[in-house]
C-alpha cells in the first residue's frame, strides 16, 4: 500500500522516493498539509516561484474543468526537464479523483503532482486512488502530540539561539497543536517578543498569551458544546475584553473537538456508549465535565465533528491573515458551531 502511518510522514520527507510521482498530503490539520507540502515542494529542486515550472491549481478549480490536471501533466515543459503541478483545497472531488485514477495508470514522464486536501475517508475516493498505486504516496497529517508540539518549539529556538525554561514551555504547550501553521506563528511571535533576551521565561508566554484565568474560555468552549449560543457569546466577549486572545478559545475548542472525535470513533467502531468512551479516555476527563462531555459524544457524531474542526482550522489560518480581524473571524467560527449543536440536539 503506498502510505505511510502518521508517525513515518517526516522521515519520507526528508528524503522523498524518487519513483513516487503523485505525493497527497491530507487530513484535518491544514496548517501541518501547508507545512509539508511546501517541504516536499522544496524537495523537488524546482524553482518555487517560477510558474513555467511550478503550476498552482485549486481542488475548486480541477473540480469545474475535468481534464484539466491530466492536460497540465501531459504537457511538455518548454524551460526545464519537470513541472511541479501543486494542488490546493482538494477534497473528494470526483473530476479530480478521476484525473488522478488515469495518472496512475499511465504516469506523467515529466510532471510530479502534489496535492493538499482535508480529511479524506479511508477506502474511498481520491484517498484510495493514491494508497492503491505504486507510482504515488498518501500521507496523513494529524493534528500535533505533545511530542510534535516539542519539536516545533525546538525548531523555532533553535533557529532564535534562545532557550526556554521548563515552566515557560509548559504553559506555552497547553495553547498549542491544533494547527500547525497557527502553533509555529505563535511560537514565532514569541520569540519576536523575547528578541534580545537568552532565554524565554514564564512572564513572556503569559505575556503573548494574554494570560487571564482560563475560566472564561473554557465556559466559551463548553457553551459551544451544549449549543448554549448566548452563554458562548457572554463569555467569549468577557474572554476578549479581559485581553484574552481569541486564539485560545480557538485552540481550546479545537482540543476539545479532536478528543471528542477519538472517543466517538471508539464508540462506532467498537460499539461502546457515552459513559464507557468518557471513563476510559486518555488523557482522562476531569470528573466535573464529564456528563458534558457525555452528552456531547451523544449529539456530535463523526462527520459532523470533522465539519466543526475543519470551520475552525479555517478559522484559524484566517485570523493569522488578517488579525485585525481575529475576534470577529473567532466568534463567527464559534457560533456557527455553537448553533450546529444546538440544532444536533433537537434530534
Known sequence: MAQKKGYEVDSWLAKPDARI?????????????????????????????????????????????????????????????????????????????????????????????????????????????VEAADTAMALPCYADEARDIDSVIDDELRKAGMSMALDARQALRRNLGGDRLASRGEIEKLVLYA????????????????????????????????????????AFTRHCLSGGHPFLVLSSAMRQLQQLQVMRGQMDSAGRNAASAVASARPPVFFTRRKLVEKALERWNIDALSRALNRLQTAVLQTRRRPDLSEALARQALLGIAVESARLGQR
Open 195 to 234: 528578541h534580545g533576551q537568552r532565554e524565554i521565561g514564564l512572564d513572556d508566554v503569559r505575556a503573548m498569551s494574554g494570560d487571564v484565568s482560563g475560566a472564561s474560555f473554557d465556559d466559551a468552549v463548553d457553551a459551544v458544546l451544549e449549543g448554549k449560543v448566548g452563554d458562548f457569546d457572554t
Open 21 to 129: 510521482s503523485i505525493v497527497l498530503l491530507y487530513g484535518p490539520d491544514r496548517g501541518l498539509v501547508a507545512e509539508r507540502a511546501k517541504a516536499f515542494a522544496e524537495k523537488t529542486g524546482l524553482p518555487l516561484d517560477d510558474p513555467f515550472s511550478v503550476v498552482r491549481l485549486d481542488g475548486a478549480e480541477v473540480d469545474r474543468d475535468q481534464g484539466r490536471l491530466l492536460d497540465e501533466a501531459r504537457t511538455v515543459p518548454m524551460f526545464s526537464d519537470r513541472r511541479l503541478l501543486w494542488v490546493r483545497n482538494a477534497s473528494g472531488q470526483k473530476p479530480l479523483a478521476e484525473d488522478v485514477k488515469a495518472l496512475t495508470a499511465e504516469p506523467a514522464r515529466d510532471a510530479i503532482i502534489l496535492i493538499e486536501a482535508g480529511d479524506l475517508k479511508k477506502g474511498v475516493g481520491l484517498r484510495a486512488i
